[in-house]
């Protein structure tokens, strides 16, 4: 059984290209750059994983929505 270290880039036949998060005989975790951090069962999802020799993406930054302005108040 192939060994996927964090941090590893990897290809699903379904969902693509991801990252490995966390990897343990028992379970795998990878964050899926168009459909997010899904988990599978370790033996069950090596069978569909190919490694990857690309760049991991980079990681983009969370914006907050700000608040609107108050009009100024006239007396």
Known sequence: MANYNQGSQVEHLKF???????YSDERIVIKFDDHGEKKFVTQMAVASLKKS???????????????????????
């Open 53 to 75: 020799d690309r760049q991991p993406p980079a990681e983009k930054r969370a914006t907050r929505a700000r608040k609107p302005k108050a009009a100024p108040a006239t007396a």
């Open 16 to 22: 693509g290209l991801g990252t490995v998060v966390s």
